[in-house]
């Protein structure tokens, strides 16, 4: 079945160090693929998605492209800031299906 | 965008009470919605996808007669736990897909329900 592999975390940054948030997937045929963030006590935002291969997804300076050679979709960001700090979730979506999530990374940046 | 809300956002109540939560889209029709948990630290675990009007399907493990699930309407959902107990405890997220113009994404979110029960 449709899986999704992300970086184990956690993960502790100084503020404004480059962030890179693996992301790996698995399935027949491609998906659309989205990375969700939940800040501490809430539910889940759309941060990025892109649905097709080579589109790059951007948003709040995170950005992350549809790999479909390597079947991937990494979240970046050039320099992180203390607000970043919540859980980050990969997540990937066919049609009128489920979404399949991976487990997660916690961030925490450091002042 | 498309609202999902979620309520209430904090609940605590007693061993063997039941509670329930409520999930509502505000400014679409939701046809189907979908109840996860969230264990501490740990990732987001479906639980049962309902759709209007019909039977809600539980996913592998998960107790139908704890975890009671209504769609009634196209705009609401409802988690009943029953007979709650301690390892109940957890975080629940609602979220909806449905006919939304202009909507970036396959479901959207509530914010979460923190029950804990003593």
């Known amino acids: 079945g449709d899986s999704v592999t992300q970086m184990e975390g956690p993960v502790t940054l100084s503020e404004e160090a480059f962030l890179t948030i693996n992301c790996t997937y698995t399935a027949t045929g491609y998906p659309s693929l989205f990375w969700y963030v939940q800040y501490p006590g809430e539910g889940l935002q759309l941060l990025l998605k892109a649905t097709k291969a080579d589109d790059k997804g951007s948003n709040k300076g995170f950005e992350a492209t549809y790999r479909k050679e390597t079947t991937s979709f990494h979240l970046e960001k050039g320099s992180v800031q203390v607000s970043d700090s919540a859980v980050y979730f990969c997540a990937l979506h066919f049609g009128n299906e489920k979404l399949t999530f991976g487990t997660g990374t916690r961030l925490t940046i450091i002042p | 965008g498309a609202v999902v809300s979620q309520h209430p956002s904090r609940v605590i109540c007693k061993s063997g009470t039941s509670v329930k939560i409520e999930c509502r889209s505000l400014?679409?029709?939701?046809?189907?919605m979908f109840w996860y948990r969230q264990f501490p630290k740990k990732s987001l675990m479906l639980m049962a996808t309902?759709?209007?009007?019909?039977?809600?399907?539980?996913e592998q493990g998960v107790e139908k007669d704890k975890f009671l699930i209504n769609h009634a309407s196209l705009t609401l959902s409802t988690l009943t736990v029953t007979s709650a107990h301690p390892e109940d405890s957890s975080f629940y997220i609602c979220?909806?897909?449905?006919?939304?113009?202009?909507?970036?994404?396959?479901?959207?979110f509530g914010d979460g329900t923190r029950l804990s029960i003593l």
């Open positions: 400014d679409f029709q939701a046809t189907t």
């Open positions: 979220s909806a897909s449905g006919a939304y113009r202009a909507s970036n994404q396959p479901q959207h």
């Open positions: 309902s759709n209007e009007g019909s039977k809600a399907t539980y």
